[in-house]
C-alpha cells in the first residue's frame, strides 16, 4: 500500500511531486461537500499505525527535525486516513488494482504548536477506531468527536541525519542534546559531572570518586588570595580588606624617559655641529 492517495480515475501513474500533494488531507476540506476526497469520507476509512512521526522546527535558515512518539506508554499511533485504489489502463504490465493511502490532519495541540500549524487525526480509543473503520457510519456523524487534537505526544530533538532522504535505521530516531551534539555546552557539562568537589574534605573528586592529584590538574583550585598571603611567620591574614594594596605609580611619558636617560648619561647629550673654515667649491674657481 503506497502512501499518497492516487484517485481511482487516474489514467496514469503520477509523478513525485503529484503523489507528495496527496500525502495529508485536511479535515475541512474532506467535510466539504465537494472535494477529491468525497468519494473516500465515508466508506473508505483507514487506520495508519505509526510509531511516531517528525516535524522540523523552522529557525532561519535551519530546520530542527523532531520525533514525536506515544507518552502514554503505548507501542503506536493509530492515525486516522482515507484509501483508495487504482487500475492504471495505459499501463499493461499494472493490471492488478494499486492501493494508496493518505493521512487526515486536523488544527495542532498547543503542545506542539512551536513546530507546526497541523498534526494527524489521532484515534485514541477502541470506540474511535470501530466508529472511523464503520462504512455504515457518516463522516458528518462522528467528525466532530474524533477530529481533534489530541495531547497524547511527547517529542525529542534528533540529528539532521534524518534530513536526508535516503538515510534510515535507528539514528534517524535517537535523541540528540539540545544544545547540539559535541558542542562546547555538552562539554563543559560532562566536565563538570566527572569532576566533582568531596562533599567532606573539599577535595576535587573524579566521577570514580579518585582524588585528582595536583599534577594531573590542568589548572589550581580557585583559593581566595587572602588565605594564601602571611604577613609574617606568626600572623595569618584572614580578611581580605587586611592585604596591603600596593601602589601602582604613573606609567612615565616618553619625553621624562628620554631626559631620565640623559641624566644617566646613557645617551650623548646633543650638540650643535662644529663650524669649520672650509669654503665652497665655487670660490675656488673664482680665484682661478
Not at 483507514?46 to 512518539?69: A, D, N, Q, S
Not at 487526515?104 to 500549524?117: A, E, G, I, N, Y
Request: aromatic share 8%.
Amino acid at each position: 500500500m503506497q502512501w499518497g492517495v492516487v484517485p481511482s480515475w487516474s489514467k496514469t501513474k503520477p509523478d513525485y511531486a503529484s503523489i507528495l500533494r496527496t500525502i495529508n488531507a485536511r479535515d475541512d476540506t474532506i467535510l466539504q461537500s465537494k472535494s477529491m476526497w468525497s468519494s473516500m469520507k465515508n466508506r473508505q476509512r483507514c487506520v495508519v499505525p505509526c510509531e511516531g512521526f517528525f516535524e522540523w522546527l523552522k529557525k532561519g535558515k535551519e530546520r530542527i527535525p523532531h520525533y514525536m512518539t506515544p507518552k502514554n506508554g503505548d507501542p503506536l499511533f493509530f492515525f486516522a486516513g482515507l484509501y483508495d485504489k487504482v487500475t492504471y489502463p495505459d499501463d499493461p504490465e499494472k493490471q492488478e488494482p494499486q492501493y494508496t493511502y493518505t493521512i487526515v490532519t486536523t488544527t495542532v495541540c498547543p503542545s506542539l504548536s512551536f513546530l507546526h500549524d497541523r498534526m494527524p487525526v489521532i484515534l485514541t480509543n477502541a470506540t474511535d477506531i470501530n466508529d472511523w473503520l464503520n462504512p455504515l457510519i457518516a463522516l458528518d456523524q462522528i467528525a466532530s468527536r474524533i477530529m481533534q487534537p489530541q495531547e497524547v505526544t511527547k517529542y525529542v530533538k534528533v540529528s539532521n541525519y534524518v534530513n536526508k532522504i535516503g538515510n534510515d535505521g535507528v539514528k534517524c530516531v535517537e535523541e540528540v542534546e539540545v544544545d547540539g551534539k559535541g558542542s562546547l555546552v555538552s562539554f563543559f557539562k560532562m566536565q563538570q559531572e566527572s569532576d566533582v568537589v568531596g562533599p567532606v574534605d573539599g577535595k576535587r573528586k573524579r566521577g570514580d570518586g579518585n582524588e585528582i592529584k595536583k599534577e594531573e590538574s590542568e589548572v589550581t583550585e580557585d583559593v581566595p588570595v587572602a588565605k594564601k598571603i602571611h604577613m609574617d611567620d606568626s600572623e595569618t591574614v584572614k580578611n581580605e580588606s587586611e592585604i596591603p594594596k600596593p601602589t601602582i605609580k604613573p606609567r612615565p611619558t616618553i619625553g621624562e624617559q628620554l631626559r631620565s636617560l640623559e641624566k644617566n648619561k646613557k645617551i650623548p647629550p646633543r650638540t650643535p655641529p662644529k663650524k669649520t673654515n672650509s669654503k665652497s667649491i665655487t670660490d675656488f674657481f673664482q680665484r682661478k
